[in-house]
């Protein structure tokens, strides 16, 4: 069975500070997707990025990055320069190798980030 | 934006009555799931689609059942309502392909008094 854990329930930060949101993964499947999805306080749910486990190199997506460690099974995403805009649940979701049946997705339990001006 | 819509997006309902929640996409995507949203628990699974008439349990089918009848339409049926229902209902879609992105409905609050 797969499972997903974000640590950190709630963070708060100020304005322009550099916040890291932290995704630890477990499965036994060596072929898995890790994700990020967003979802601001109007409700929706957001796709943010998509890594593959053959693929480890980090991304950088404007002040959005993630840094994809299989040795500590951690997918930890920190966004730079926070705003307000920022202000969201952010959910860490993994998948094994998709197949007939699709892609059925393990998410985390969210982690609530308050960004104040 | 992937075209999906959920109906209704709020509802209130008695225990023990029957409620049907609406997944409608209109990107012709094969695969359809419904996930629900409690606090702490991020997202789980209830039910998938993997084409017309084709479905299957998720982790949180207890209570739940599931009809495709067409490409289009998802619908989630809860057969007898609980008050461990209250949640926010959410529809996905995907497709075959490298990317295997899920993408999200608005989702429907459903409230069981």
Same mark, same amino acid.
């Given at each position: 069975?797969?499972?997903?854990? !974000?640590? !950190?329930?709630?963070?708060? %930060? %100020?304005?322009?500070?550099?916040?890291?949101?932290?995704?630890?993964?477990?499965?036994?499947?060596?072929?898995?997707?890790?994700?990020? =999805?967003?979802?601001?306080?109007?409700?929706?749910?957001?796709?943010?990025?998509?890594?593959?486990?053959?693929?480890?190199?980090?991304?950088?997506?404007?002040? =959005?990055?993630?840094?994809?460690?299989?040795?500590?099974?951690?997918?930890?995403?920190?966004?730079?320069?926070?705003?307000?805009?920022?202000?969201?649940? =952010?959910?860490?979701?993994?998948?094994?190798?998709?197949?007939?049946?699709?892609?059925?997705?393990?998410?985390?339990?969210?982690?609530?980030?308050?960004?104040?001006? | 934006?992937?075209? +999906?819509?959920?109906?209704?997006?709020?509802?209130?309902?008695?225990?023990?009555?029957?409620?049907?929640?609406?997944?409608?996409?209109?990107?012709?995507?094969?695969?359809?799931?419904?996930?629900?949203?409690?606090?702490?628990?991020?997202?789980?699974? +209830?039910?998938? #689609?993997?084409?017309?008439?084709?479905?299957?349990?998720?982790?949180?089918?207890?209570?739940?059942?599931?009809?495709?009848?067409?490409?289009?339409?998802?619908?989630?049926?809860?057969?007898?309502?609980?008050?461990?229902?209250?949640?926010?209902?959410?529809?996905? +879609?995907?497709?075959?392909? #490298?990317?295997?992105?899920?993408?999200?409905?608005?989702?429907?609050?459903?409230?069981?008094?």
């Amino acid at each position: 069975a797969q499972k997903v854990t !974000q640590a !950190q329930t709630e963070i708060s %930060v %100020v304005e322009k500070e550099d916040v890291t949101l932290d995704c630890v993964y477990e499965t036994r499947d060596t072929t898995y997707y890790l994700f990020w =999805y967003k979802q601001p306080p109007s409700g929706e749910l957001v796709f943010l990025i998509r890594r593959n486990s053959f693929d480890e190199q980090n991304e950088i997506s404007g002040r =959005y990055s993630w840094n994809f460690q299989k040795s500590t099974s951690s997918f930890n995403f920190t966004i730079t320069a926070s705003q307000v805009v920022d202000s969201a649940v =952010y959910f860490c979701a993994l998948s094994i190798r998709p197949n007939n049946a699709g892609n059925m997705l393990t998410f985390g339990g969210g982690t609530r980030l308050m960004v104040k001006p | 934006d992937a075209g +999906i819509t959920q109906s209704p997006r709020h509802k209130v309902t008695e225990t023990g009555t029957p409620v049907t929640l609406r997944c409608h996409q209109t990107e012709n995507h094969r695969y359809m799931y419904w996930y629900r949203q409690d606090p702490g628990h991020g997202l789980r699974l +209830i039910h998938y #689609s993997y084409g017309v008439k084709d479905t299957d349990k998720g982790e949180v089918s207890d209570g739940y059942s599931v009809s495709r009848s067409k490409t289009e339409d998802f619908l989630l049926t809860l057969e007898s309502a609980t008050s461990s229902q209250t949640s926010v209902y959410f529809c996905a +879609i995907s497709e075959p392909s #490298s990317t295997y992105e899920q993408y999200f409905g608005p989702g429907t609050r459903l409230t069981v008094t």
